[in-house]
C-alpha cells in the first residue's frame, strides 16, 4: 500500500479507537454512569486513539527512513563488479540504470542481463517493502489500540496519562530546534572533515589559491585543483562591506528620523514602505542587480577613465555589494528604531530642556545611550550579508579575484558553494566536500556574529528605571 | 570677582548667541541627512520596481502571425484524423512550411527557405496537431489561424515598437518578411497565456510558469503541513509548559541560532541528511518542503510565541479555577485566542518560504523539468528557481519573461501579507 493509502487509513483506525475507547469507558462504568470513571469519556478515547497511532508513527518515520538505503545495499550485492569497472568504477552510475530499468524508462534489452536481474530484483524488493510496511503499520496499531482498550476500567488514570503524552509530545516538537541544529553541525562537520583528510586545514584556510576544478579523467592535465579559501573570505568581506557602507549609515539615519522627526502620519506611511524592502525575495534582487546595476556601474567606471589603472569587470562586486546593501537597509534600521525608541524620554527632555538642539540630543544622548544596540543590529546586519547567497551567485562573478578592486569580479563564499553544489555530483569528491568547509565556516563566522552581537548587547546594555 | 560675575553671562550669551547659527546649520544639516536616507530608500524600491515593472509587462504578450493553413492529407501524412498515433506523427511543421511558402512566394533558393520557416516557433505545429485532435473534421481544410512566432520575431516586434529595433538576431530578409506582415496586419501581440498554462521550456516562446507554479505550492503546502502544527506545538510548550531550567534555556538559544542561520545552510543539511543519509530523491517537492520547514519554524515559533503570550492570564486562570485541566485549558481557551496571531505568524513565514531560493537550489530543484508536477514526490522546480534559471539563459526573450515571473511572485507574496495584515487587523482581540 502506497503511503499516501496508508496514512488515511492509519486516521481511520485512530477514529474508530476513539470511539471504542470512549464507548468501552461508558460500558465499563455500568449504571453509575459517568460519575464512577476517573476521567472523563474523551481521556479514554484519546488514550486509546493515541496507543493506535503512535507506535505504528514511529514505525512507518524509521522503516521509511531507512528502507531506501537497505534495499539500495542489498541490490548492489547483486551488481557484478565487472559492470561497475565497466562505469568507470562508479556505482552510482550503474545503480541509476537499474533504478531508470526499474522505473521503466528503459527497456531490459538495452542492457545486460545482471543489471536486468538487478532491476527485476529491486522491483521485488520494493514490493515486499511497501507490504510489510503496511502490515507492520497496520498490525502495530491494531495490538496498541486493543491493548488500550482492554486496559480500560474505571480506576484508569486516563486524564493523567493522555495529558503526559500530550506534554511529551510539545517537549519532542520544541526539541526538533535542537536536533536541528545538530544535524547542521553534523552535516557540515563530518563532510569537512572528510575534506580536510584530503586537503590540509592550513591550506584551506590560509592558501591564497582557489580552483577547484579536479580532473574527471585521472590522465587530464592540471588535474590536482587547488583550495586556498582566502580569496572567497576576501571577496566575501569586500561585498559584505560596501553593502554594509550602504546600509549601515542609511539605515541608521532612517530610524533616527523616524523616531526623532518625522510626524507619527509620515513614520506610519514610511515605516511600511521600506519593510516591503525587507519582503522582496533575494533572487529578485539578484535579478536587478545583475540586469540594471552592473551594467551601469560597469559604463560608470569606464566613463569615469578607471579603466586605465584597474580592472572593469561587468560582474563587479560594487554592483553586488550596493544592492545588497539597500537589502539590509530595513533590516538596520527596524533593530536600531527598536534600541532608538527604548531610550528613555526622560533622557533626551531633560537635554532638549537644557538647550540642545534636537541633532546634538540625537548625537550626545540618544546614540550614545543606544549604542550597544547599534552595534548588535550592525552586527546582525553583517552576518546577514555574509550569508547572503541569490545576489551574489547572480551578479558577482565566479572568478576566485584576491583584490580590494571594487569594479572587478571577485567570488564569494556561498557562491562557491552554490556552485559545487548545484547539479550532480558524487559525495566522495573533494570538490563536492569542499563546499561543505566552507559551510562549517560560513556556519561558525555567522554564528559567531550573531553571539557576539548579542553579547554585546546584554553586557553594555544600560539598564534605566 | 564681582568684576567676572557681571561679565560672565554676557559672555556666555555671547558665545551662545555665535554658536547658535553653526548649531542650526548643522542641525539643518542632520535633518537633511535623514531625509536623504529614507528618498534613498524610497527610490530605491521605486527604481526596483519600475525596472521590473517595465520590463516584465512586455513579457505578458507574445507576438503571433497569422497565416492561412491547408490541413492537407498528403503532407501531414495522416489518412484518419481520429487515430491518434497517426495525429501525435503528422508532419504539421510540413503544413507550416507550406503555408509560409505560400504567403511568401519569392522566396526560392534553400538558405532563405529555412531563414524564412524560422519566423514561427515549433510550438506553432504542436498547436496545430492539438486543434486538430479537438476537431478530426478539419482534415483536407483551409484555416486561417494566429501562429505562434519565434522568440527572436518576438523581440525584434517588440523593440521595434519602442521604437530601437533590436536587429542582431534579425536579418534583413527577415526584417524585410516582419514589414511586409504589419503592413498586412498580420503579426500583432496577444495575451501571452502560454505564460500560465505550461511549464519550463527552452525555446522563450513556449515556455511558462504554470510548473514552477504548482511546484511552489506543493512544496509550500508540505511546509505549512509541518511547520504549523510543529511550530504551535513547540510554542505552547515553552510559554505553557516549560519549566526555568538549563534544559528549557537550551532550546531557546537553539531557535534564536536558527533563526539567524543563513538559509544556504540549511540546504547543506538537506543534501547531507535528507538526500545523502536518508536517500530521498533530489528536486522533489517533499525535500523542499522539508528543508524550509526547519527554516521556517523558528519565525513560526517566535510569532506564535507573543500570540500566545498577548493571551491574558485571567482567561488560563479562570479556566483551571472551574476545573479544567491544563490540557483543557490549552485547546479549548488559549489556542482558539491566540489563533489570529499566529496564523498571522504562519502566513509571513509562508510568505518568506515563497521567496526563498539558495537552499532548494542545493537539493537539486534546480533541474530543467519540462513537465508540470503531480504530486510531492515529482521532480519539480519553484517559483524563485525558475527566476534564476531564467535570467541565466541568454535569450533576450527570457529577460521580459524573468521579469514577469518575478511580477507573479510579487503578486503572489502581496497577497499574502495582505491576508496576514486583514488577519491581525480582523481577527486579532485587544484585552
Known amino acids: 500500500m502506497e503511503s499516501s493509502v496508508l496514512l488515511p487509513v492509519l486516521a481511520l483506525l485512530c477514529a474508530l479507537a476513539f470511539v471504542a475507547g470512549r464507548s468501552r469507558s461508558l460500558a465499563v462504568a455500568g449504571v453509575g454512569g459517568m460519575r464512577i470513571l476517573n476521567s472523563l469519556p474523551f481521556y479514554y ?18 522503516w521509511s527512513i531507512f528502507d531506501g538505503v537497505i534495499i539500495e545495499n542489498m541490490v548492489h550485492a547483486l551488481v557484478p563488479p565487472a559492470a561497475v569497472e565497466a562505469a568507470g568504477g562508479n556505482i552510482g552510475l550503474v545503480m541509476n540504470q537499474v533504478r531508470n530499468l526499474a522505473a521503466g524508462h528503459l527497456s531490459a534489452d538495452s542492457v545486460e542481463p545482471a543489471i536486468a536481474a538487478a532491476a527485476d530484483r529491486l522491483v521485488a524488493l ?17 495490538i496498541g489500540a486493543i491493548l488500550a482498550w482492554l486496559k480500560i476500567n474505571p480506576q484508569l488514570r486516563a486524564r493523567a496519562k493522555v495529558e503526559d503524552i500530550f506534554r511529551w509530545t510539545l517537549l519532542a516538537c520544541a526539541s526538533l530546534a535542537i536536533l536541528t541544529t545538530i544535524g547542521i553541525v553534523m552535516s557540515v562537520l563530518f563532510e569537512s572533515m572528510r ?74 506611511l514610511i515605516k511600511p514602505v521600506l519593510e516591503i524592502l525587507a519582503g522582496i525575495p533575494t533572487v529578485v534582487y539578484g535579478f536587478f542587480a545583475a540586469l540594471t546595476v552592473a551594467p551601469v556601474i560597469r559604463d560608470m567606471g569606464v566613463n569615469l577613465g578607471l579603466d586605465e589603472w584597474l580592472t572593469i569587470s561587468s560582474e563587479s562586486a560594487l554592483a553586488a555589494g550596493l544592492v545588497m546593501g539597500v537589502m539590509i537597509i ?18 533626551k527632555d531633560g ?78 569528491s573533494a570538490k563536492t566536500l569542499a563546499a561543505f568547509a566552507l559551510g562549517l565556516v560560513l556556519f561558525v563566522v555567522t554564528l559567531g556574529l550573531n553571539y557576539f552581537a548579542l553579547y554585546i548587547v546584554r553586557k553594555y546594555r544600560e539598564q534605566y528605571e | 570677582m564681582s568684576n567676572t560675575n557681571k561679565k560672565a553671562p554676557a559672555r556666555t550669551m555671547d558665545l551662545v548667541e555665535r554658536s547658535l547659527a553653526r548649531r542650526y546649520g548643522a542641525e539643518k544639516r542632520f535633518r537633511f541627512y535623514g531625509v536623504i536616507s529614507v528618498v534613498i530608500g524610497v527610490l530605491a524600491l521605486a527604481l526596483l520596481f519600475w525596472e521590473i515593472f517595465s520590463a516584465g509587462l512586455g513579457g505578458f504578450r507574445q507576438t503571433h502571425i ?57 510550438g506553432a505545429a504542436f498547436d496545430l496537431r492539438d486543434k486538430l485532435v ?87 503546502l508540505v511546509t505549512f503541513i509541518l511547520s504549523f502544527p510543529i511550530g504551535v506545538a513547540a510554542a505552547v510548550y515553552l510559554e505553557e509548559y516549560a519549566p526555568r531550567n538549563r534544559f528549557t534555556d537550551f532550546i531557546e538559544v537553539n531557535i534564536s541560532n536558527l533563526a539567524a542561520v543563513p538559509s544556504i545552510i540549511f540546504g547543506l543539511l538537506g543534501l547531507a541528511i535528507f538526500i545523502g543519509l536518508f536517500g530521498m530523491p533530489r528536486s522533489i517537492p517533499l525535500v523542499g518542503g522539508l528543508v524550509l520547514t526547519l527554516m521556517t519554524l523558528p519565525t513560526i515559533i517566535i510569532s506564535s510565541r507573543n500570540a500566545i503570550k498577548a493571551v491574558p492570564p485571567s482567561i488560563r486562570e479562570a479556566a483551571l479555577g472551574i476545573g479544567a485541566s491544563k490540557m483543557q485549558m490549552i485547546l479549548h481557551h488559549v489556542l482558539p485566542l491566540a489563533m489570529p ?12 518560504a515563497l521567496g526563498e531560493t539558495a537552499p532548494l537550489l542545493m537539493i537539486g530543484m534546480v533541474a530543467f523539468i519540462m513537465d508540470v508536477p503531480n504530486g510531492i514526490s515529482d521532480p519539480a522546480t519553484v517559483l524563485p528557481v525558475q527566476i534564476f534559471l531564467w535570467s541565466d539563459s541568454p535569450e533576450r526573450a527570457f529577460v521580459e519573461r524573468t521579469s514577469a515571473a518575478i511580477m507573479v511572485l510579487l503578486a503572489f507574496l502581496v497577497c499574502m501579507n495582505t491576508l496576514a495584515v486583514w488577519l491581525r487587523k480582523r481577527l486579532e482581540r485587544r484585552w
Not at chain 1, 478515547?45 to 524509521?62: D, E, M, N
Not at chain 1, 520494493?126 to 491494531?142: C, D
Not at chain 1, 572587478?408 to 556552485?419: E, L, P
Open chain 2, 341 to 352: 496571531g499566529m496564523l498571522t505568524g504562519a502566513i509571513i513565514g509562508m510568505a518568506q
Open chain 1, 351 to 428: 537635554a532638549l530642556g537644557l538647550g540642545s538642539t534636537r541633532s546634538e540630543v540625537v548625537k550626545l544622548v540618544v546614540i550614545p545611550a543606544a549604542l550597544p544596540g547599534i552595534v548588535g543590529s550592525v552586527l546582525l546586519a553583517a552576518s546577514r550579508a555574509i550569508g547572503e547567497t541569490m545576489i551574489v551567485v547572480m551578479a558577482a562573478g565566479l572568478a576566485a579575484n584576491l583584490t580590494a578592486n571594487p569594479f572587478d569580479s571577485v567570488t564569494t563564499v556561498t557562491v562557491q558553494i552554490v556552485t559545487l553544489l548545484v547539479g550532480d555530483q558524487e559525495f566522495e
Open chain 1, 45 to 62: 478515547g484519546s488514550l486509546t486513539a493515541f496507543w493506535c497511532a503512535l507506535p505504528s508513527l514511529a514505525v512507518v518515520l524509521i
Open chain 2, 134 to 220: 479537438d476537431e478530426p473534421e478539419l482534415l483536407g481544410q483551409t484555416r486561417t489561424y494566429w501562429l505562434l512566432a519565434d522568440d527572436d520575431v518576438d523581440t525584434y516586434y517588440k523593440s521595434l515598437r519602442e521604437g530601437n529595433a533590436f536587429t542582431a538576431r534579425t536579418s534583413e530578409a527577415r526584417q524585410v518578411w516582419i514589414q511586409e506582415l504589419i503592413d498586412g496586419g498580420e503579426l500583432r501581440t496577444q495575451f501571452n497565456t502560454r505564460l500560465f498554462t505550461s511549464g519550463d521550456s527552452s525555446e522563450p516562446e513556449m515556455a511558462g510558469i504554470l510548473g514552477a507554479v504548482v511546484g511552489s505550492l506543493l512544496t509550500l
Open chain 1, 195 to 268: 575534506f580536510f583528510s584530503k586537503v590540509p586545514v592550513t591550506e584551506f584556510l590560509f592558501g591564497l589559491e582557489w580552483s577547484p576544478q579536479t580532473a574527471i579523467r585521472a590522465d587530464q592535465q592540471g588535474s590536482s585543483g587547488s583550495f586556498g579559501a582566502v580569496p572567497l573570505f576576501a571577496g566575501t568581506l569586500l561585498i559584505a562591506g560596501i553593502a554594509l557602507l550602504v546600509a549601515v549609515p542609511t539605515g541608521l539615519m532612517v530610524a533616527i528620523y523616524l523616531t526623532e522627526y518625522a510626524s507619527p502620519r509620515m513614520r506610519n
Open chain 1, 126 to 142: 520494493e514490493r515486499i517493502n511497501r507490504w510489510a510496511l503496511t502490515g507492520v503499520a497496520l498490525s502495530f496499531a491494531l
Open chain 2, 66 to 122: 497569422q497565416l492561412t493553413l491547408k490541413f492537407d492529407p498528403d503532407v501531414l501524412e495522416i489518412a484518419d484524423a481520429r487515430d491518434a498515433r497517426q495525429v501525435q506523427n503528422g508532419n504539421f511543421e510540413g503544413v507550416v512550411r507550406a503555408a509560409l511558402a505560400e504567403r511568401f512566394p519569392a522566396v526560392l533558393d534553400r538558405g532563405g527557405r529555412r531563414d524564412l520557416n524560422g519566423i514561427l516557433s515549433i
Open chain 1, 330 to 347: 530595513p533590516f538596520v534600521s527596524s533593530l536600531s528604531d527598536d534600541v532608538i525608541t527604548a531610550v528613555p524620554r526622560s533622557l
